[in-house]
């Protein structure tokens, strides 16, 4: 399932998606050079939990760590490992993405988002 193209993702950035149509986005994707880390957008504090405090508001002001931003957690951008807040050394839900040769985003699998 396709998300969006490389260039509609911007080096430091992140964006939520709705690939299931449910009117919510369930699930994120952070870029950094040419990684990217895909989350589902559930705080593992509160099973469900949106991480987002507006639209695409993923990451903490300096855009160095990932915030739910309902209860202050910060997590690794690269783990998902959560460093401080309610839920430490718990993690995000990794969701697995692959890259087409074109730039194309897309879900590696069905997952259940």
């Not at 994707?29 to 405090?53: F, I, K, S, T, Y």
């Amino acid at each position: 399932m396709r998300l969006c193209h490389l260039s509609e993702l911007p080096e430091g950035g992140c964006r939520g998606f709705d690939p299931r149509g449910e009117g919510r986005d369930t699930m994120f994707v952070v870029r950094r050079g040419d990684a990217l880390h895909a989350w589902r957008d559930a705080c593992p504090h509160w099973e469900g939990a949106p991480m987002a405090w507006r639209k695409d508001a993923y990451l903490s002001g300096d855009r160095q760590h990932i915030v739910c931003h309902a209860h202050g957690a910060r997590f690794d951008i690269a783990s998902g490992l959560c460093l401080q807040g309610p839920c430490v050394g718990q993690s995000l839900t990794p969701v697995p993405l692959l890259v087409a040769e074109d730039g194309e985003i897309r879900l590696a699998a069905s997952q259940d988002l």
